[in-house]
């Protein structure tokens, strides 16, 4: 299994920046993809990033490109979503999701193990 605990959601103003991290444990080598998904009140869950675990291939949702970047760090089993340029549209909470197979996919039911979720908030 893979225990998945993100941190870093916060407030900040429109324009700002602020980064996520989503720390995984546990049975890690079964994991290959590691995305971000949102989920705003009244919505469905969105995806908004996805990268490969090792070879480190990258997809945005066309929302977000230009202003969000994720990356990973293999020895610390971390991955991180940075995120520019913040909107008032991107306040969710957001989740860390990861993903047994090797093929990056935007379906939330797709993914195997997900975190507890972290609170972005974004000012006008």
């Known amino acids: 299994q893979v225990q998945l605990v993100e941190s870093g959601g916060g407030l900040v103003q429109a324009g700002g920046s602020l980064r996520l991290s989503c720390a995984a444990s546990?049975?890690?080598?079964?994991?290959?993809?590691m995305g971000w998904f949102r989920q705003a009140p009244g919505k469905e869950r969105e995806f908004v990033a996805a990268?490969?675990?090792?070879?480190?291939?990258?997809y945005y949702a066309n929302s977000v490109k230009g202003r969000f970047t994720i990356s990973r760090d293999n020895a610390k089993n971390t991955v991180y979503l940075q995120m520019n340029s913040l909107k008032p549209e991107d306040t969710a909470v957001y989740y860390c999701?990861?993903?047994?197979?090797?093929?990056?996919?935007?379906?939330?039911?797709?993914?195997?193990?997900w975190g507890q979720g972290t609170q972005v908030t974004v000012s006008s």
């Open positions: 999701a990861a993903r047994d197979r090797n093929s990056i996919v935007t379906l939330e039911r797709l993914y195997d193990y």
């Open positions: 546990g049975r890690t080598l079964s994991s290959n993809v």
């Open positions: 990268i490969s675990w090792s070879v480190g291939n990258t």
